[in-house]
């Protein structure tokens, strides 16, 4: 057997690499250093050749003690494990499918989305019940949108957006987020392909139902587009019904509630939120 193999089978690569858990690394290699130390009080040699061992299994197969991963995210704080989150946060954002809608921090967005949605004609008063739904001629326009919108339309609309040559952009699926990338740095994620497709063709019905559009900033334009997509009852990927659900979301060291919509067809995932964050908020 040659030594790659061998590393091939003891690698765990789903605790490795870009999915390395770093609040597990930590953890794993201060026990590593204690165990050592006490070999080393015991023989010297043994800690030493100890602590190599142990950093040697951390580094190929993410962590020592077994079972790391689920105990820090049962015991480690919320708080801590946010921070070493690699989910991707989008840097020079493009606006549409950042979370801006649900900001609470210094760059809370002051954009009533419902009533500005109401003004262009896209959401009103639902007929049967005491809610908002979408208008059937936003609807019509919008499916119809959906359809045209294909992966070169996706790229020349968020390049306009940020002032930029389409070719620059690259679309590109990372796990739970699907992500638009320029030169490496991530400018927008979204929760699946076809959320991304439904975002940008919202974005185009609006823009001829908007007074004042040139005045949106691309954070305005994420929100309203967000805003609308969570009335999307038709699957952008694959045409199936699409239903709401509380369900889990898990990174490599945590797990939360969200509020999910999904495809019932595919599965694509069409709009998430942070179920605290929705619980907050004000009424
Ligand atoms: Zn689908």
Known sequence: MTR?????????????????????????????????????????????????????????????????????????????LRWFDKEPTPRDEVGVGGDAMFDTGDETIELDVEAVL????????????????????????WTREIQRTDDAVVRRR?????????????????????????????????????????????DTVLEDRIDDWDALANDH???LARGIRVYLDQCPDCGGAVQFNQETA????????????????CGSRLFEVDLSTVEEAPA
């Open 4 to 80: 790659s193999t061998l590393l091939d089978r003891v690698r765990q690569p789903e605790y490795t690499g870009e999915n390395r858990c770093v609040p597990c690394t930590v953890v794993n290699v201060l026990i590593a250093a204690a165990t050592s130390l006490v070999l080393g009080i015991v023989w010297v040699p043994l800690g030493l050749v100890s602590f190599v061992v142990f950093a040697g299994v951390i580094y190929t197969r993410g962590y020592l003690v077994p079972g790391t991963p689920t105990l820090t995210k049962r015991y480690l704080p919320d708080r801590v």
């Open 158 to 202: 968020l390049a306009a957006m940020l002032g930029i040559d389409a070719d620059r952009i690259s679309l590109a699926d990372r796990g739970r987020w699907f992500v638009a990338n320029v030169g490496g740095t991530y400018v927008g994620r979204w929760e699946s392909h076809g959320a991304l497709v439904a975002d940008v063709a919202a």
């Open 221 to 223: 334009r994420s929100a």
């Open 118 to 141: 109401q003004g262009a004609r896209a959401l009103e008063q639902c007929e049967d019940v005491d809610d908002l739904c979408l208008t059937d001629d936003f609807e019509t326009a």
């Open 250 to 265: 898990e990174s490599c060291c945590r797990s939360w509630d969200v509020l999910v919509t999904r495809c019932d067809d």
